[in-house]
């Protein structure tokens, strides 16, 4: 599979086989760094990391995982350069793609960090943007097949804030990997019609299922559970609003057992806010499976970075 030179915006430009791909390539290179074993695929590249919003996870994924594969990633917080605001964010773009082998973009816009591809001309990794946040998909999915042992007819159910980043992306994700995915949310905070109805076709390709819906008893025979955040960074200021809205789909040990199985799991994406969107009675029962999604940040990011700039034969 060669993705050589791909940027990675968001998981619709991505085929199941290719996401399937950068899965493979994560277990592998998390299986070598578990023996010790790290690489040299990123030798003499280096990554510029901008980052307008705040981030543990996938900052610090894209800064190890570039340095065990050797090469070099440099941070540019929001107060270190002007993007957008008194640069353009093309002149950034054709700046840093004359310095830069590949650029990591967390922020705002989506239409940013397209941009930034688009003028760059090297690969674009999207950190999280309003609309997406792909390389969070890649480590819930990993983390699923070592659970599950395959991704094609899980039953994933999503519970809480129905557009955002998050719930977009997983539609995308599972919608393309054959996931029976339901979105649980009151209906002002559904997701877009046009989204829903592209992850819908691409569920027809893959024997999928999307599922929007306002009935917890929707989670009935899930094999996953998924919250995140009921404000997402940028809209802390809905917070009163959201929590009315949000209270009845609190994942909680009421809503675990409408599951009517034994071993559904449950994943949060991080940074959780507990006693909201989780109990923190559940979050401690799954903490083991919810820090090995963590982990698995690193291992897929390293994985999405090696296969569109390093060199690395699978
Ligand atoms: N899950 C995630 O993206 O975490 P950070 O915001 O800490 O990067
Ligand atoms: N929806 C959250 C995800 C954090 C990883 C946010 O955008 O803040």
Redesign the pocket.
Known sequence: MNLKGRSFLTLKDYAPEEIMYLLDLAADLKAKKKQGITGNSLKGKNIALIFEKPSTRTRCSFTIGCIDEGGHPEYLGKDDIQLGYKESVEDTARVLGRMFDGIEFRGFKQENVEKLAKYSGVPVWNG?TDEY?PT?ILADFLTLKERFGKLAGLKLVFVGDGR???ANSLMIGSAKMGLDFVILAPKSLWPAGELVSLCEEYAKQSGGKITITEDTAAVAGADAIYT??WC??GEEDKAAERIALLSPYQVNAALMEKTGKDSTIFLH???AVKGKEVTEEIFEKFADVVFDEAENRMHTIKAVMVATLGEYDR
């Open positions: 999280l946040h969070q955002n980043n998050m995140d955040v997402s960074m994406c991080l940074p």
